[in-house]
């Protein structure tokens, strides 16, 4: 990625005057990126969002003192971890400081402690790791944002719970401590989507019975049901996430789809008929204050009605996301 940036001086000592480089620019050849450091047009049409912040961000901290790193939702979006609903429209840096932060257009430069084990090379430039990224975004953004990342990073084994307790551990007075804290403590590595985990973070918020996650479900004569996203199992009910199944644009259900559908239904019969209450949310519901809650009352309920569940359930472990 680094060598991918055309930098002033580099395309100067190649023979390009400044008025070429003016006009590479003027007729959208190159992208200026930030002072100096330019991308072609083609390399950068040809990414999205987060690979256009990470284009900057190399570019940022190319053109910055030798001891600045790539840092929390940028450092974040370098590692691959696609971070969920934080803003990208500032590049974010640490400097080895103990004072001197601030913010510029385009840029936010953390002035913190920045010990060199926290700090990895990717893209050839020097990046904060993934532990202390996660950390940093828990200790400046929001519970939600924090967890989301967290469970991310865990799922795809891109760092170890005790990895990110040690950072935690480091941070002594940090102003963000407890709230980096809380949310580490909260983190899954068995959250399968940023649904699941929005979903856990609801159920935090309201003050529900946390569920098992990714549970293998048997019947009585201990046949594979499912495997589904929550169970609360002393309580008979289970839950599913319903944001996987696609749509075309004009709302209509594809073939494909449809079968979909038609699979979920036969699957969700099967656990009905062992005995277990369905739980079902959308998206919509993690936006609508109560409407989980409530919808979880009225299945414990239903199940408290019911006879209970036959067979078996089993936690088992789960491959690392790619």
Known sequence: MRD?????????????G?????????????????SGVYLPRT????????????????ASVCVSSPDAAISHVSAAVLHGLRPW??????????????SGGKRTPGRVMHAARLDETDVV?????????????????????????AVVLGDRALRQGLLTR??????????????????????????????????????????????????????????A??????????????LGVLGEFDGRIKYRRDGVATADAEDVVYREKLREDRLRHAGWVVLRWTWADLETPGALASKFRDAVALAQRGSGPVGRYVVRGLPTQK
Request: aromatic residues 6%; neutral net charge; contains cysteine.
């Open 4 to 16: 991918d940036l055309i930098h002033r001086t580099d395309a100067l000592a190649r023979g390009h």
């Open 18 to 34: 400044p008025a070429q480089i003016r006009t590479s620019v003027r007729r959208g050849e190159w992208v200026r990126l930030t």
């Open 43 to 58: 390399l950068y049409d040809a990414t999205d969002d987060h690979g256009r912040h990470a284009y900057r961000a190399v």
């Open 85 to 98: 609903g934080l803003p990208l429209d500032d590049v974010h840096l640490t400097y080895p400081r103990t």
């Open 121 to 145: 090379e990717k893209c050839g430039v020097r990046v904060v790791g993934v532990a202390r990224t996660v950390v940093d975004v828990a200790a400046s953004e929001s519970f939600e944002h």
């Open 162 to 219: 005790d990895e990110l307790e040690r950072v935690v551990a480091r941070m002594g007075s940090h102003p963000g401590r407890a709230r980096a804290r809380r949310a580490v403590a909260a983190i899954s590595e068995r959250s399968d989507s940023v649904g699941e985990s929005r979903s856990r973070v609801l159920m935090i918020r309201e003050r529900l019975p946390l569920p098992l996650e990714q549970v293998d479900v048997f019947d």
């Open 221 to 234: 004569n201990d046949r594979w049901l499912a495997r589904v996203d929550f169970l609360w199992p002393e």
